[in-house]
């Protein structure tokens, strides 16, 4: 019985591999179709919101600690950009002007996958009025982000929870960084 299982599946081995031979004899390539292994960005998005969020501690480009769990009581911006974002350039001047206009109540944290030296650099001629965290690709791509691509927006309440993600994709075109996110912001400290 055994052999006779042995002699089958090699039978089948043989015939599979002289049909394979001849499908790759017949063409030159191969379509490869693999499933696409990340959820999809409204997925990634609706995981995010609701939950707790991540903490951390990081030193920003000035040597200041950034701890998540010294923010409570504040609603929280955590903005992830890099350098060679075009739209990241663009919302500076929004991030900044919300950092000035709700200062009291109201902390943005960014986080570049760029050096210090980078960074400190591009402010040079791009100042910011808020912490920047270096070289935070670590975290943009593993507790805060995965494929939600850059720039990427999280917003938490007072409670660290985390209320909004906001993907780039969902800030393409004429999107307005200030009049959005003050709006959201407006509505959490209700």
Request: with cysteine; aromatic share 12%.
């Amino acid at each position: 019985m055994l052999m006779e299982k042995f002699l089958c599946t090699f039978s089948f081995l043989v015939v599979a591999s002289v049909a394979f031979t001849t499908i790759v004899s017949a063409q030159d390539h191969y379509l490869v179709e693999l499933e696409n292994r990340t959820p999809d960005v409204q997925a990634m998005v609706q995981a995010y919101e609701g939950t707790s969020s991540i903490p951390f501690q990081a030193n920003d480009i000035s040597g200041e600690q950034q701890s998540l769990l010294e923010m409570t009581g504040k609603t929280v911006i955590l903005w992830f950009w890099n350098n060679d974002c075009p739209l990241c350039h663009k919302q500076i001047t929004d991030m900044n002007m919300l950092a000035q206009k709700y200062a009291a109540d109201l902390q943005i944290v960014s986080f570049s996958d760029n050096t210090k030296e980078e960074i400190i650099s591009f402010t040079a001629t791009h100042p910011v009025d808020f912490p920047i965290v270096p070289n935070s690709k670590t975290l943009a791509e593993g507790p805060y982000g995965g494929d939600l691509g850059y720039p990427k927006i999280f917003i938490l309440d007072k409670n660290g929870k985390i209320k909004w993600a906001i993907p780039e994709v969902e800030m393409r075109g004429d999107f307005n960084t200030f009049n959005f996110l003050e709006t959201l912001y407006v509505s959490l400290s209700k």
